[in-house]
């Protein structure tokens, strides 16, 4: 059982479209962080999120945190080539350091 | 250097066989972490290190499975008699300190034959 569900597992776009990818849970969490991953590299991390229904954006990505803490939304305006890439979710529980992951949204942008 | 690294970035070995997995965390980053990414599955947890503290191996899958870190310096992580279920990208992630940004290496790709 995945405690973080990630919707969708795979997205194939044209740039310029929208798209927004989704992290889900029957948990509550502390915090809830994205990030991107790229072929043959680690994960970086976007963004952190720790306040019910706060929305961060970091340039074309937008982020927003449910207000019960349990899900989370990745929007990303005029999807670019260079936004392709794994975007995982992660959340906290707590002050456990045990990050808790979902197993990621895989988006190609196709030029 | 300025990031987290990881060496080998490749290794294939034969089932049985022992592995010594080395990660260099960011210089000055007192908390270390591992993380396990097999095919299809999200990452896993295996260990935390932070300072002089006794590591939290709560995530080690089964006694194999062992890790090591020296100071606030390089860790090694071992696992024994390699099966081929360990076969996966093994992170290793460090960050300043136990509540602060976590960066990653770029990963061990671990394949037991």
């Known amino acids: 059982t995945q405690l973080l569900e990630q919707s969708p597992q795979f997205l194939s776009i044209q740039e310029g479209e929208n798209l927004t990818v989704y992290c889900n849970s029957s948990s509550v969490f502390s915090s809830l962080q994205w990030y991107r991953q790229e072929p043959g590299e680690g994960p970086v991390l976007l963004v952190t999120v720790v306040t019910g229904g706060e929305v961060k954006k970091l340039k074309r990505l937008t982020f927003q945190f449910g207000d019960a803490r349990k899900d989370s939304s990745l929007h990303i305006t005029a999807a670019q080539p260079g936004d392709t890439g794994l975007y995982l979710c992660?959340?906290?529980?707590?002050?456990?350091?045990?990050?808790?992951w979902g197993l990621g949204t895989s988006l190609a942008v196709n030029p | 250097g300025a990031g987290v690294s990881q060496s080998p970035s490749n290794k294939v070995t034969e089932k049985g066989k022992d592995v010594e997995l080395r990660c260099d965390p960011i210089s000055g980053h007192t908390a270390l972490y591992w993380y396990r990414q097999r095919l299809g599955q999200g990452l896993e947890f295996l260990i935390y290190?932070?300072?002089?503290?006794?590591?939290?191996k709560s995530g080690l899958p089964s006694d194999r499975f062992s890790a090591e870190r020296t100071g606030e310096s390089v860790s090694t992580l071992t696992i024994q008699r390699t099966q081929q279920e360990d076969s996966a990208v093994y992170l290793c992630?460090?960050?300043?300190?136990?509540?602060?940004?976590?960066?990653f290496g770029p990963g061990t790709r671990l394949t037991v034959l």
């Open positions: 992630a460090s960050s300043l300190g136990g509540t602060d940004t976590q960066y």
């Open positions: 290190f932070q300072g002089n503290s006794a590591p939290d």
């Open positions: 992660a959340g906290e529980r707590g002050n456990n350091r045990k990050l808790i």
